[in-house]
């Protein structure tokens, strides 16, 4: 999923700054970029601008690329070090209250034992549903009382759902 969204912005990034030499990139190209970015109709759903985070994610991506740059000495420094990027709106945490919890433990009294435990293993161990979709019976030690995260199913549009081991 990482390297799909990889790719979607580095479209946006070539189309803005890839004709120029990495050694002549300066922090104004990259401010340009990222007002563009900001610009409505950059947004692929909604027509809308790209938002601060997303814009702030581009800045990450063109940063990680300009320092692998410099450890393989094409460069001499990293552009994106002074630019300015937006700053990121702060996120807000969204948490099930526990009347909330017990509301979803009564709803599930009528459930299957599979969809009982399902959401208890979500709701228990603030898992993601990727995990928990990937754990195997071998993964559960009913005497030692824990489960093991072993793999993630994953989805992903050139591949469909696939399962990826955790190493």
């Known amino acids: 999923k990482t390297a799909v ?5 580095l479209k946006r990034i070539n189309a803005e700054i890839g004709p120029i030499k990495l050694q002549d990139l300066r922090p104004d190209h990259l401010n340009r970029l990222y007002a563009k970015l900001a610009e409505p109709g950059q947004n692929k759903k ?42 990121a709106d702060p996120p807000m945490p969204n948490y099930y209250q526990p009347a909330d919890l017990a509301l979803i433990r009564q709803a599930l009294e009528n459930e299957s034992v ?34 093991t995260i072993c793999s ?8 469909g759902v696939y399962e990826k081991p955790y190493l």
Do not use: Q
Not at 5 to 9: E, L, P
Not at 131 to 140: P, Q
């Open 114 to 147: 599979k969809w009982y435990t399902l959401i208890h293993v979500l709701m228990l161990y603030g898992i993601r549903r990727g995990e928990c979709a990937g754990i195997k019976l071998s993964a559960v030690d009913l005497r030692g009382k824990t489960i």
């Open 5 to 9: 969204r990889y790719k979607d912005m």
């Open 152 to 159: 993630c199913v994953m989805y992903d549009p050139k591949n």
């Open 46 to 87: 909604t027509g809308g601008r790209l938002s601060r985070k997303t814009v702030l994610e581009h800045h990450h991506v063109i940063s990680t690329i300009m320092e692998h740059a410099i450890r393989k000495h094409l460069i001499a420094f990293n552009p994106c070090r002074d630019a300015t990027p937006p700053v």
